[in-house]
């Protein structure tokens, strides 16, 4: 039942509405007894007659009447839902769910997008910016199309592109005793107070590895989201931090850190499916393409 259901109740509205089989029947392109056939089958399925002889026609029973406007109800949201599918995948006009890191979106998202909208000016775009951990749930449930992320995951069921990579280093207040070093070991600030990206943040578990490497398992002195606010923070003296290397800021000394090699991938994220839409497929291979120039260059 559940399977015909559709074109079942595509058959039986338009009855109703011509009070007449053999018109109903070349209205919608299908032969009277097809027609006759799929009615007294819905009806038989239903356990109710949905109509009833009237002149040479047909009229609605009780059950009719009360079945029509739910089926027309179903049908108008089916047929809604179908153009909406239909627009999103159109390739001139359709939309497209990119995800991304806070920390991408000063200058490498824009720039990504500023570009691919010269080439496809109506393409909608719906920008989704989440911690790593929920930029992921959102591409496996279908939420997000494409994401730029790290780390660059590798599990079954999503595709993961590398596109670049981006240094990170050592901010401290510009009075730490690190603040003239030309570079340091990581190992050096193994006593100071850190202020660490909170759970979920990619960089969460990429800073707590590579504190492990160097010995050492951080203090924590806080935890945030936003790498202009830990910036801020190191720069007011509440500790220090690993950070993506960014612009100046006063109070805040970045320092190169020669072991280890804190230095992340940053790559593209998507399903693994196999028919993305038109306009999904057009920015996925055009961030392939240009992403790693904007990336490299403004993380």
């Not at 049908?75 to 359709?94: C, K, M, R």
């Not at 393409?123 to 959102?138: C, G, S």
């Not at 006593?191 to 160097?214: H, T």
């Amino acid at each position: 039942m559940h399977e015909s259901l559709a074109p079942a109740l595509h058959r039986f509205v338009a009855v109703a509405r011509d009070g007449h089989l053999t018109r109903a029947a070349e209205r919608i392109g299908v032969p009277q007894p097809t027609l006759s056939r799929a009615i007294a089958r819905l009806e038989g399925e239903l356990g109710v007659a949905l109509f009833r002889r009237s002149g040479r026609g047909l009229a609605l029973t009780a059950a009719g009447r009360t079945l029509l406007p739910r089926a027309e109800a179903a049908l108008a949201e089916l047929g809604a839902g179908v153009a909406e599918l239909a627009g999103d995948a159109d390739p001139v006009t359709g939309r497209v769910a990119l995800g991304f890191l806070g920390t991408m979106g000063t200058s490498a998202v824009p720039g990504i997008l500023r570009e691919f909208r010269e080439h496809h000016p109506r393409v909608r775009i719906e920008l989704v910016q989440v911690p790593h951990a929920a930029l992921l749930e959102r591409v496996r449930d279908g939420r997000v199309d494409l994401a730029l992320t790290s780390p660059v995951p590798d599990e079954p069921g999503l595709v993961a592109t590398p596109l670049a990579e981006e240094e990170l280093r050592l901010a401290v207040p510009s009075g730490h005793r690190l603040a003239g070093a030309g570079d340091a070991d990581l190992a050096e600030v193994a006593d100071d107070p850190f202020l660490l990206f909170a759970r979920g943040y990619g960089l969460q578990g990429v800073v707590e590895s590579w504190c492990a490497q160097a010995g050492f398992r951080p203090r924590r002195a806080f935890e945030g989201g936003e790498t202009a606010t830990l910036r801020g923070l190191v720069g007011a003296g509440l500790g220090v931090a690993l950070l993506p290397a960014g612009p100046d800021v006063p109070g805040v000394v970045q320092v190169p850190v020669r072991s280890p090699h804190t230095v992340r991938t940053l790559g593209m994220v998507h399903a693994a499916d196999p028919r993305p839409t038109a306009p999904v497929r057009d920015l996925q291979e055009f961030v392939v393409r240009h992403g790693p120039r904007w990336l490299a260059d403004h993380g």
